[in-house]
């Protein structure tokens, strides 16, 4: 059994509290954004997340050359880092010099541009966190696209841009009967392999691993790699958001012990393998494949794009959104493309949502807003005043 442990690493550029009345000289960059808060939020999650956490992996991965991991790191997430904290990117340098860290592709703006009816912009913002991430690993040839959304279309979309694979969702409107613990084709297509997250064994760490209420609390690294050691099938795929250790769960749930010692218990297994998702997509044949017509996700119960585009505040946001694309690349300036494509970041229009019972206890978790609708007249003045600021520079 083959295990690709996969780990998303992003924080979103937050906005700042816009008033209209703001100094027009003020570059939209600096007027747009929180950046005061969006540093403190760096260094916070820095200290409880991302500082130790590597530390942990990076001495597991020098005591054992077989041990094999994968990031999925937002360009958002490294520009923030470069500004803020630096030392942060020095710690993802050193695992990537391991040589045993993979670093997979995705939209540098941790964006919706997928679901954009031209393409193009998904492309080059795909192309730019490459780009990025070259700058310290060989970049993957494997696709993480935005919150894993996936569709045949946008597989199809993947391949002729060269990728081998692309992850998702293991979910069951997918699957029918079968088991995410494989690989698959995509109906219509001849080379593209589909990666399936087994969400119920990454969501025992990633959601359940603290709550002491579950049945399976504590769970510890003996018992999660004799779980892993009895799957059937090919291979097994834990995905999670990085933060899941030291911030979602803190230090005092013994999460950090969790993932010091899990490798130590994975190795105690013959059968297992720690491998990477390229590893994966080269080593395993697929075992059927998978019709995935409608855009899936791995967010929320539903698992489709509603935690972004399910009510209409969303739907305006982005329709507005969109169509600043053509004067924005009309204008040709670098800057306010940049804010642009900042302004896609997928975290704005989950603020935006208005969903009830759990689903909605995690998007109020995440966000800094009091309710979706200040988030959402807050996002909207900023489209606003970015599309004047727009027409005054076309004008001249």
């Known amino acids: 059994m083959k295990v690709c442990f996969y780990f998303q690493v992003h ?11 703001s100094e027009d000289s003020v ?5 747009y954004f929180d950046h005061e808060l969006n ?43 470069k500004m803020y904290y630096p030392a942060v990117i020095d710690s993802f340098r050193e695992l990537a010099a391991t040589g045993q860290v993979e670093f997979l592709s995705e939209t540098y703006y941790h964006s919706l541009a997928s679901l954009m009816e031209d393409k193009e912009e998904f492309i080059q913002q795909v192309q730019l966190h490459r780009q990025t991430i070259s700058e310290f690993s060989k970049p993957s040839n494997v696709l993480r696209n935005t919150e894993a959304m996936f569709s045949n279309s946008i597989a199809a979309l993947a391949q002729s841009m060269g990728f081998e694979g692309i992850m998702t969702e293991g979910y069951e409107k997918i699957l029918g009967w079968r088991s995410p613990n494989y690989v698959y084709k995509v109906a219509g297509l001849d080379r593209i392999k589909v ?24 769970l510890t690294a003996e018992k999660y790699a004799r779980w892993l050691s009895q799957l059937q099938g090919d291979c097994v795929n834990i995905f999670m958001d990085y933060e899941t250790f030291g911030e979602h769960h803190w230090e005092d749930t013994g999460i950090f012990n969790f993932l010091d010692h899990l490798w130590k218990e994975i190795e105690k297994y013959p059968n297992l393998e720690l491998v990477t998702p390229s590893q994966l997509v080269a080593e ?16 929320d119960m539903e698992r489709d794009t509603s935690a972004w585009l399910g009510n209409e505040m969303q739907l305006s946001a ?27 970041n997928s975290d704005h229009l989950y603020y ?19 309710s979706p609708f200040e988030s959402y007249i807050n996002y909207m003045n900023i489209i606003e005043d970015l599309k004047e600021e727009v027409k005054q520079r076309l004008k001249k």
């Open 39 to 81: 540093k403190q939020i760096m260094h916070k999650v820095a200290h409880k997340c991302y500082l130790p956490a590597n530390k942990i992996l990076l001495d597991n991965l020098q005591r054992n050359k077989n041990m094999k991991i994968a990031f999925s790191i937002t360009g958002v997430f490294l520009e923030q880092a």
């Open 352 to 370: 935006c949502c208005t969903k009830s019972l759990s689903d909605q206890d995690v998007h109020n978790y995440f966000s800094h807003y009091d």
């Open 284 to 299: 395993v044949e697929p075992k059927g494949e998978i019709d995935c017509p409608e855009v899936i996700s791995w967010a």
């Open 195 to 218: 990666l399936l997250r087994h969400y119920r064994l990454s969501d025992d760490i990633g959601y359940r691993f603290s709550l002491k209420t579950w049945n399976e609390w504590p």
């Open 11 to 21: 924080q979103p550029m937050r906005l700042a509290r816009f008033n209209i009345f």
């Open 27 to 31: 570059e939209p960059f600096e007027k």
């Open 318 to 344: 982005w329709r507005e959104l969109k169509e600043l694309e053509k004067p924005i690349k009309e204008l040709n300036e670098p800057n306010l493309l940049r804010v642009w494509r900042h302004l896609q």
